[in-house]
């Protein structure tokens, strides 16, 4: 079946430093991408969009310029947080669409654990 | 917008339990209906899923059914297990444009032995 890899699983950076994950698709194109961000004990929220070759799609009050997505390959999309701060602390997840109509499949990372210290 | 409400957590259960988790969503469209699971340290993993009305997905012994009458899709199970103990996601996805996914809060189901 479809696998998204997500890497790092956990990171820990200083207040003002940047942080890049990665959200590769293993066995499949990925045209399309989504981030999202789990607040404890609280439902996902989706932040972006992010397409194959162009610019991502940012949700309403996500601020594009701390939270960079670069989707330059149909097997890769990254997210940076920038200046990262710790109200950014968070679990980071990503998913993909596996392009199976069938299934209609939207395939996760395992997620990535953020502590801004 | 679209919207998913699910039932309020934390919900404590014994082995061998019936378990109910509802959930009721609000869409302009016929959208698809899942569940997912979340375990402790783990990203999501599909459960069940159903596609247009009166379908009822299942998997693992879980069971839910698209109910369009009363926009729900209530997640059950027979006989739980401590196994069973993990976050519930209910959501929706629309089937034009992004298609994204759109999550109700979560319920957090805890079996004890």
């Known amino acids: 079946g479809a696998v998204v890899s997500q890497h790092p699983s956990r990171v820990i950076c200083k207040s003002g430093t940047s942080v890049k994950i990665e959200c590769r698709s293993l066995?499949?194109?990925?045209?399309?991408m989504f981030w999202y961000r789990q607040f404890p004990k609280k439902s996902l929220m989706l932040m972006a969009t992010?397409?194959?070759?162009?610019?991502?799609?940012?949700e309403q009050g996500v601020e594009k310029d701390k939270f960079l997505i670069n989707h330059a390959s149909l097997t890769l999309s990254t997210l940076t947080v920038t200046s990262a701060h710790p109200e950014d602390s968070s679990f980071y997840i990503c998913?993909?669409?596996?392009?199976?109509?069938?299934?209609?499949?939207?395939?996760f990372g395992s997620g990535t654990r953020l502590t801004v210290v | 917008g679209d919207s998913v409400t699910q039932m309020e957590g934390p919900v404590t259960l014994s082995e061998e339990a019936f378990l109910t988790i509802n959930c009721t969503y609000t869409?302009?469209?016929?959208?698809?209906l899942f569940w997912y699971v979340q375990y402790p340290g783990e990203g999501l993993q599909l459960l069940l899923k159903?596609?247009?009305?009166?379908d009822k997905g299942s998997n693992k012994g879980f069971e839910a059914t698209y109910r369009k009458e009363t926009t729900s899709f209530h997640l059950e199970k027979g006989s739980v297990q401590v196994s069973d103990s993990a976050v519930y996601f209910c959501?929706?996805?629309?089937?034009?444009?992004?298609?994204?996914?759109?999550f109700g809060q979560g319920t957090r189901l805890t079996i004890n032995p």
């Open positions: 869409a302009t469209g016929y959208p698809s």
């Open positions: 159903a596609t247009k009305a009166d």
């Open positions: 066995d499949f194109q990925a045209t399309t």
């Open positions: 992010s397409n194959e070759g162009s610019k991502a799609t940012y």
């Open positions: 959501a929706l996805s629309d089937k034009q444009g992004a298609q994204k996914l759109v």
């Open positions: 998913s993909a669409r596996d392009g199976n109509i069938a299934n209609y499949g939207y395939t």
